[in-house]
């Protein structure tokens, strides 16, 4: 068994690999991205303290980069098991670098045994489209008296009552941004006192590792009725 990361190679049966896959979750708790884990644990063997020296400096230095591509070969090179930076969401990190947990014994006379962590997230599967954000408002005015402050020339301003009765308004605004498309606009929550439509406006996604990722659009809808308007904002949906 031999890793290569970018273009370093352990020797043969040098390390072990714990390979482990978590769910990522948005703010409503639904997947969005799986996120591998390769626990590395290995041995480097060189023929005195100095060589092991070298061999772990060159260890340091081919791990110390992020975003190359990780690999688990068998002896004859084929690959086993991969964590490429294309196509995943944060590129392959290696958030614990060689250290070193055991420091006793004849540790660093011929031998130094180490350890690596590294991580990626990719999509998660499904064909599912998962939000990362979801936020609706709903406003309401009008309905009762509109007046104002007239200000006179010789005399202090004076009240004055313009409409006995106004019209009832309301405004519901919202924003989402789907992970990998566009999610869907929800619809206007009065249709029958639409008076102005949707305004959607669309925000370009970003582009990590491959993957086009972060998909935003915002909308608004502008209501107005001679009776009164009575709802709530629309809730973050059920993924499907």
């Given at each position: 068994m031999i890793i290569q990361y970018g273009s370093y190679f352990t020797a043969d049966h040098e390390c072990t690999v714990i390979i482990d896959k978590e769910?990522?979750?948005?703010?409503?708790?639904?997947?969005?991205?799986?996120?591998?884990?390769?626990?590395i644990e290995g041995m480097l063997n060189a023929a005195d303290t100095a060589a092991v020296v070298v061999a772990m400096q060159a260890l340091e230095r081919a791990f110390a980069p992020w975003f190359f591509d990780l690999y688990l070969l068998d002896?004859?090179?084929?690959?086993?098991h991969a964590m490429p930076s294309r196509g995943s969401l944060t590129g392959v990190k290696i958030i614990k670098p060689p250290h070193y947990p055991k420091g006793d014994g004849a540790e660093l006379s011929t031998f130094r045994n180490?350890?690596?962590?590294?991580?990626?997230?990719?999509?998660?599967?499904?064909?599912?489209?998962?939000?990362?954000?979801?936020?609706?408002?709903?406003?309401?005015?009008?309905?009762?008296?509109?007046q104002t402050v007239v200000e006179c020339v010789d005399v202090e301003p004076q009240p004055q009552l313009l409409n006995l009765f106004t019209a009832f308004r309301a405004v519901q605004t919202g924003s989402a941004i789907g992970m990998f498309g566009y999610p869907p606009?929800?619809?206007?929550?009065?249709?029958?006192?639409?008076?102005?439509?949707?305004?959607?406006?669309?925000?370009?996604?970003?582009?990590?590792?491959?993957?086009?990722v972060d998909f935003g659009v915002s909308w608004s809808y502008r209501f107005s009725s001679p009776t009164p308007l009575v709802g709530l904002p629309n809730q973050w949906p059920a993924q499907g």
């Open positions: 769910a990522v979750m948005n703010a409503a708790g639904q997947p969005y991205a799986l996120r591998h884990t390769w626990s002896s004859s090179g084929n690959i086993c180490y350890a690596i962590t590294a991580t990626a997230d990719y999509p998660y599967g499904g064909g599912v489209n998962p939000l990362k954000a979801f936020t609706e408002t709903l406003a309401f005015r009008g309905g009762g008296p509109r606009i929800p619809p206007p929550i009065f249709p029958g006192a639409l008076e102005e439509a949707g305004e959607p406006v669309f925000t370009s996604p970003s582009l990590m590792y491959g993957t086009y």
